[in-house]
């Protein structure tokens, strides 16, 4: 009986959300397929290459998003000008700020990525008649400042050697965990972009990428391709429990 109610379930749902990893791990996966219905009514896909703007700081958020695959920046623009990435978000997290008008930060495809995007009133409307999935958002929330003050963590007290492989270690532990190996993995940014980061120089980070090199905590191709033999091994390096 269990499993005949599962197979009615499951066929319940919109073809498009069935093998959507944002409904195991992400916020839809908080809704009921008569709640997945409605919202795949009004959703789309979107397919960007790397360093297309997802939104603008400052800009009117009118959509939210689930990221479906690759890597998005977010960063932060200050009145003259400089700038500072101030987080990574990775498929299956939720992209957006239900309830906010404007977006306090800049969003950008830092790779290749595909999300799928929906009204944020819808999102707001379903909110309100879900408690599972208010609570699913604060549990990502929740999630994302732990994960901020680990970073807190790593740019106020880890030496240059730490940074870089805790860097490296967070690539290697959230890149698309479903679809690709977490011990081998193409860097999402650039020299620059690490460095800015990391508040390091990108003398600084490509002499670490060396030295972690060199002592075999990781082997690189191409200038961008990395592998973890050891992803314990990184932890260590990193500083990490």
């Known amino acids: 009986m269990d499993m005949q109610r599962s197979d009615i379930h499951s066929s319940d749902i919109p073809i498009v959300c069935r093998a959507c990893e944002a409904r195991h791990g992400g916020a839809c996966s908080a809704l009921s397929p008569q709640q997945l219905g409605e919202l795949s009514k009004h959703s789309s896909r979107r397919r960007l290459q790397a360093g297309t703007e997802v939104v603008g700081q400052g800009e009117e958020m009118a959509t939210c998003a689930n990221i479906m695959r690759g890597v998005v920046k977010l960063t932060r623009m200050m009145p003259d000008g400089r700038q500072q990435i101030v987080g990574l978000q990775f498929a299956p997290d939720f992209l957006g700020r239900p309830f906010a008008a404007e977006s306090p930060h800049s969003a950008e495809a830092a790779t290749d990525t595909e999300i799928c995007t929906f009204p944020r009133h819808l999102l707001e409307r379903m909110v ?83 030295k972690l090199r060199k002592e075999n905590v990781i082997r690189i191709e191409n200038n961008r391709h990395v592998t973890v033999p050891d992803i314990e091994r990184l932890q260590q390096f990193a500083g990490i429990d």
């Open 128 to 210: 309100t008649r879900a408690p599972e999935l208010e609570h699913r958002l604060h549990q990502q929330v929740l999630k994302e400042l732990d994960e901020a003050r680990d970073w807190m963590l790593t740019l106020g007290r880890k030496n240059a050697q730490e940074k870089v492989a805790s860097f490296l270690f967070l690539i290697a532990t959230h890149y698309d965990p479903e679809t690709v190996d977490g011990s081998a993995f193409d860097l999402p940014l650039s020299r620059a972009d690490i460095a800015d980061f990391l508040g390091l120089t990108i003398e600084t980070v490509s002499r670490q990428f060396t």
